[in-house]
């Protein structure tokens, strides 16, 4: 019989990790590097049953499993291990004629107990790759994996349990009740990939404790595509970020196509070609593509198809299988700018296309909209290029290509407005869990006396030219000049 997580148990799991914490059972290098080994011993050995895992939960091919899971976590723990000596030494700072002589340093210091809640989509790669971070800072952890893929879920406590040390690294297995419990909690950080919603429950259940968060959300990412473009390229890369990426189902996935109306129909014929050469005239029977990840997802897919003034833009695809959780791949032009499907964030294979008198129009398009957590351009023109890079706010821009920003560990990956607040990756995870703490080392050498009372007017003078670090008026003052 499996023990049901109460309350109880929420509150004993964070106090056993934080004494774990307190007695400085994380803070050395050598407990971190072991566990980051660790977490790529489970990488090297049980990759199959990964695989087997992802597929059960969403039908993932074996090459999106292997490299857009475990061969980027390998790329992460592998950076950690090899920079970790760096990112924990402190950092040099300069002081100033005001602190003379003294010397001064920023001390990366472990945030405490953190809990990383992490999503069904990626659920390997999006559990994982925040606890890298927070093992690497030096913090006990608490994972919550998606009940969403329960394969998934139940593999990750498996292998946590197996291969890390249980007294500062934890998984919590459950649902609805088992997350609301947790964030009962006082953390010293929550770390939140999933949806918007979701993410306001989170920062209210923070803001209880002034806890701070990540939160790793999404939003509508637009594609927009210039006349001066490689055409066959630039439907290759934006197929193989929309559907070749969990059919959709990514926060950094093509939301919509922003385009001309002129060139619109080129750019529907390049994608209906090479959506047939990747997934054959029958992509429904493809293997190569994921599945729904769930009925009520399906159910919610197909209700933004069949909307009023919705279903007759479908150009492609449209098929659709509830029984084997299938959706083809399906492209939709001009639909209404008020329809559910360019309301909400799809996570799906649907790719609605909105046609533009000119492409000056994409800049008022995208920022009347909520800022997202990606925007991608194919152009050659470098001028639209450097504009787009400087004026259109997301948590990420890439030009010429699909989603690769991800995979750039010198990168910070995260949101801006309602995609998100805060990033990771690389030193940015490391960063994430760090309290970038001030510390300046004083001399009892050169004790002067102008700092004390009884105060006087050359003291004043004195004083605010060593705080404007004001030369001149410091050889001024000290020379008995007015």
């Given at each position: 019989m499996v023990k049901v997580f109460q309350a109880a148990d929420a509150t004993d799991l964070v106090t056993e990790l934080r004494r774990s914490f307190d007695d400085g059972v994380t803070r050395g290098y050598e407990w971190r590097v072991t566990q980051l080994k660790k977490l790529l011993l489970i990488c090297d050995n049980h990759e199959p049953e990964i695989v087997s895992a992802l597929h059960d939960d969403l039908g993932k091919p074996e090459l999106e499993s292997s490299v857009y899971e475990v061969a980027l976590l390998r790329n992460s723990i592998n950076l950690a291990v090899k920079q970790l000596k760096d990112w924990m030494a402190p950092d040099k700072a300069k002081t100033s004629l005001t602190t003379f002589p003294a010397s001064a340093e920023?001390?990366?210091?472990?945030?405490?107990?953190?809990?990383?809640?992490?999503?069904?989509n990626y659920p390997f790669l999006l559990s994982i790759d925040p606890v890298i971070g927070a093992i690497s800072a030096g913090n006990a952890v608490v994972l919550k994996p998606s009940e969403l893929a329960p394969a998934s879920s139940s593999l990750l406590a498996k292998l946590l349990e197996q291969y890390l040390d249980?007294?500062?690294?934890?998984?919590?297995?459950?649902?609805?009740?088992?997350?609301?419990?947790?964030?009962?909690?006082?953390?010293?950080?929550?770390?939140?990939?999933?949806?918007s919603r979701i993410g306001r429950?989170?920062?209210?259940?923070?803001?209880k404790h002034l806890t701070p968060v990540v939160l790793e959300l999404g939003g509508k990412s637009p594609v927009v595509i210039d006349s001066d473009t490689n055409l066959k390229i630039t439907a290759k890369r934006i197929i193989a970020g929309k559907w070749g990426c969990n059919n959709g189902q990514a926060c950094i996935s093509p939301d919509y196509i922003l385009t001309t109306k002129e060139f619109s129909p080129k750019v529907i014929d390049a994608l209906k070609q090479e959506l047939e050469a990747f997934y054959g005239k029958n992509p429904m029977e493809s293997k190569d593509m994921s599945r729904i990840v769930n009925s009520n997802h399906f159910d919610r897919l197909s209700?933004?198809?069949?909307?009023?003034?919705?279903?007759?833009?479908?150009?492609?695809?449209?098929q659709k299988n509830r029984y084997k959780l299938k959706i083809a791949p399906t492209i939709l032009v001009d639909v209404p700018l008020d329809s559910q499907i360019m309301s909400e964030e799809i996570f799906g294979p649907l790719l609605p296309i909105i046609t533009l008198n000119n492409l000056e129009e994409c800049f008022d398009v995208i920022r009347s909209r909520p800022k997202p957590l990606a925007a991608y351009?194919?152009?050659?023109?470098?001028?639209l290029k450097e504009r787009f890079a400087l004026t259109v706010s997301a948590g990420g821009i890439v030009v010429n290509d699909i989603a690769v920003h991800l995979a750039v560990p010198t990168l910070p990956f995260g949101g801006v407005g309602e995609s998100g607040m805060g990033s990771y990756h690389g030193k940015f995870s490391f960063d994430a869990f760090s309290h970038k703490?001030?510390?300046l080392y004083k001399s009892f050498i050169g004790d002067a006396a102008i700092r004390y009372p009884p105060y006087s007017t050359g003291k004043l003078r004195l004083l605010k030219a060593l705080v404007n670090s004001n030369i001149l008026e410091i050889f001024r003052v000290i020379s008995g000049l007015s």
């Amino acid at each position: 019989m499996v023990k049901v997580f109460q309350a109880a148990d929420a509150t004993d799991l964070v106090t056993e990790l934080r004494r774990s914490f307190d007695d400085g059972v994380t803070r050395g290098y050598e407990w971190r590097v072991t566990q980051l080994k660790k977490l790529l011993l489970i990488c090297d050995n049980h990759e199959p049953e990964i695989v087997s895992a992802l597929h059960d939960d969403l039908g993932k091919p074996e090459l999106e499993s292997s490299v857009y899971e475990v061969a980027l976590l390998r790329n992460s723990i592998n950076l950690a291990v090899k920079q970790l000596k760096d990112w924990m030494a402190p950092d040099k700072a300069k002081t100033s004629l005001t602190t003379f002589p003294a010397s001064a340093e920023i001390v990366y210091e472990p945030l405490g107990v953190v809990l990383v809640i992490s999503a069904w989509n990626y659920p390997f790669l999006l559990s994982i790759d925040p606890v890298i971070g927070a093992i690497s800072a030096g913090n006990a952890v608490v994972l919550k994996p998606s009940e969403l893929a329960p394969a998934s879920s139940s593999l990750l406590a498996k292998l946590l349990e197996q291969y890390l040390d249980s007294s500062a690294v934890r998984v919590v297995e459950g649902a609805v009740t088992e997350t609301t419990l947790l964030l009962e909690q006082k953390w010293d950080k929550i770390f939140y990939t999933g949806s918007s919603r979701i993410g306001r429950i989170i920062m209210m259940a923070a803001a209880k404790h002034l806890t701070p968060v990540v939160l790793e959300l999404g939003g509508k990412s637009p594609v927009v595509i210039d006349s001066d473009t490689n055409l066959k390229i630039t439907a290759k890369r934006i197929i193989a970020g929309k559907w070749g990426c969990n059919n959709g189902q990514a926060c950094i996935s093509p939301d919509y196509i922003l385009t001309t109306k002129e060139f619109s129909p080129k750019v529907i014929d390049a994608l209906k070609q090479e959506l047939e050469a990747f997934y054959g005239k029958n992509p429904m029977e493809s293997k190569d593509m994921s599945r729904i990840v769930n009925s009520n997802h399906f159910d919610r897919l197909s209700k933004m198809l069949e909307e009023k003034e919705v279903s007759d833009k479908i150009v492609y695809g449209g098929q659709k299988n509830r029984y084997k959780l299938k959706i083809a791949p399906t492209i939709l032009v001009d639909v209404p700018l008020d329809s559910q499907i360019m309301s909400e964030e799809i996570f799906g294979p649907l790719l609605p296309i909105i046609t533009l008198n000119n492409l000056e129009e994409c800049f008022d398009v995208i920022r009347s909209r909520p800022k997202p957590l990606a925007a991608y351009l194919f152009t050659q023109n470098q001028k639209l290029k450097e504009r787009f890079a400087l004026t259109v706010s997301a948590g990420g821009i890439v030009v010429n290509d699909i989603a690769v920003h991800l995979a750039v560990p010198t990168l910070p990956f995260g949101g801006v407005g309602e995609s998100g607040m805060g990033s990771y990756h690389g030193k940015f995870s490391f960063d994430a869990f760090s309290h970038k703490k001030a510390v300046l080392y004083k001399s009892f050498i050169g004790d002067a006396a102008i700092r004390y009372p009884p105060y006087s007017t050359g003291k004043l003078r004195l004083l605010k030219a060593l705080v404007n670090s004001n030369i001149l008026e410091i050889f001024r003052v000290i020379s008995g000049l007015s």
